[in-house]
């Protein structure tokens, strides 16, 4: 006997997939409720042999910016031994904008270890919660971020180029060259604080200090022994050599990159730049072809620079070698391709083969300047 035919039921339809927005509109905005209580902007202010580095102090200026943008308080963190004047350094960072500075002295402080510096500064973020913390990419800069931000769990904008808050989220919106420089890129740490970010020195302008500013300074303690660190610091022994080339601080630079075709026409680059009282300064295939010394190298892989004037011989002006260099008061291009992308974006341009326009320009300076020094005298 067959067994009867069950009867039919009717299809349920389907539920229609729901389609996710793409890019922005797709992410969750929303900062965790316990995250929200983060505020401020703080910055690390590094210091050496009693010297405030100079990037402290133009990361103060850009996190003034950031904590006007934000309606906060900007704060600075000053670590060191018991002697140093930490204290002085706040007092300074004051007529730089800060509005208080955290200040801890301790024996195992004194003299840069990482260990003992990230405890310090992760234990101040922990207790006061500030909502974005900026440290110079310098070497003890970039040691001591990529620490703190492994050990808060969080956000680290690597060598950035501007700093913002987006107006969507608030959020810190770092912007950093990527692939190599060519493409420039954005990011912002939605779901974690503080927001971290480092930025090379002369890449934001310095600011004016305003004589008379205060703040307040909060005393704190570190709370570590020295046997509990691995690391031991036994002497200091200054670089002999570490001011010879000085490019992120020279006033006249003078660059050659590989248009100049070897090395032997590099002289008239150093020509040019002994008569103005200058830098010489290179493009990166030039260090790499061993023309010049890798401490000569402007660009994204190099130097950041900030002269009052800058000329570039030879060079094509790709965005490696250009976010190094942009920021200068004055760009002079010489290059025989009329449409180089140097030509876009510095204010004086000569089309014309660098080696018959340099010996022009090293002839036509050190003439004016002659006369200009008789007639001084």
Request: include cysteine; hydrophobic fraction near 45%; glycine fraction near 10%.
């Amino acid at each position: 006997m067959n067994a009867p035919t069950p009867a039919a039921t009717p299809a349920t339809p389907a539920t229609p997939a729901v389609k996710k927005p793409a890019g922005r509109a797709g992410r969750n905005l929303e900062l965790p409720e316990h995250l929200k209580a983060y505020k401020g902007v703080w910055v690390f202010l590094e210091h050496e042999r009693g010297q405030v580095h100079t990037v402290s102090w133009e990361l103060l200026g850009e996190a003034r910016k950031l904590a006007d943008t934000l309606g906060s308080a900007v704060s600075v963190v000053v670590l060191g031994g018991p002697a140093e004047p930490l204290e002085q350094f706040a007092a300074q960072a004051f007529t730089y904008g800060a509005d208080k500075a955290y200040v801890v002295h301790d024996a195992v402080l004194q003299g840069y270890r990482n260990e003992p510096f990230t405890k310090g500064l992760t234990d101040l973020v922990n207790k006061y919660q500030p909502e974005i913390l900026l440290l110079g990419a310098t070497s003890m800069g970039r040691d001591l971020a990529g620490s703190v931000a492994t050990t808060l769990l969080t956000g680290l904008t690597a060598d950035c180029t501007e700093l913002n808050i987006d107006p969507v989220s608030r959020a810190l919106a770092a912007t950093r060259p990527t692939f190599g420089g060519s493409l420039l890129c954005t990011i912002m740490t939605l779901a974690y604080r503080p927001q971290m970010a480092t930025v090379r020195p002369r890449v934001m302008a310095m600011p004016q200090a305003q004589a008379g500013r205060g703040g307040e300074i909060v005393q704190e303690t570190l709370g570590m022994v020295e046997s509990a660190i691995v690391t031991k610091l036994l002497d200091f022994i200054a670089d002999a050599s570490s001011n010879k080339i000085n490019l992120p601080y020279a006033d006249v630079i003078v660059s050659g990159g590989k248009g100049l075709k070897n090395p032997e026409n590099f002289k008239l680059v150093f020509e040019l730049a002994r008569v103005l009282g200058g830098e010489v300064g290179a493009t990166r295939p030039c260090v790499q072809a061993g023309w010049v010394e890798a401490e000569r190298q402007v660009g994204q892989t190099g130097k950041t620079v900030r002269p009052k004037l800058y000329i570039a011989a030879g060079i094509s002006g790709a965005i490696q070698h250009r976010v190094g260099m942009e920021s200068a008061d004055v760009i002079v291009a010489i290059n025989t391709d009329p449409n180089a992308p140097i030509f876009d974006f510095a204010h004086y341009g000569i089309v014309g083969n660098a080696l018959q326009v340099l010996p022009a320009l090293t002839q036509a300076f050190a003439e004016h300047l002659s006369r200009g020094g008789r007639h001084a005298a």
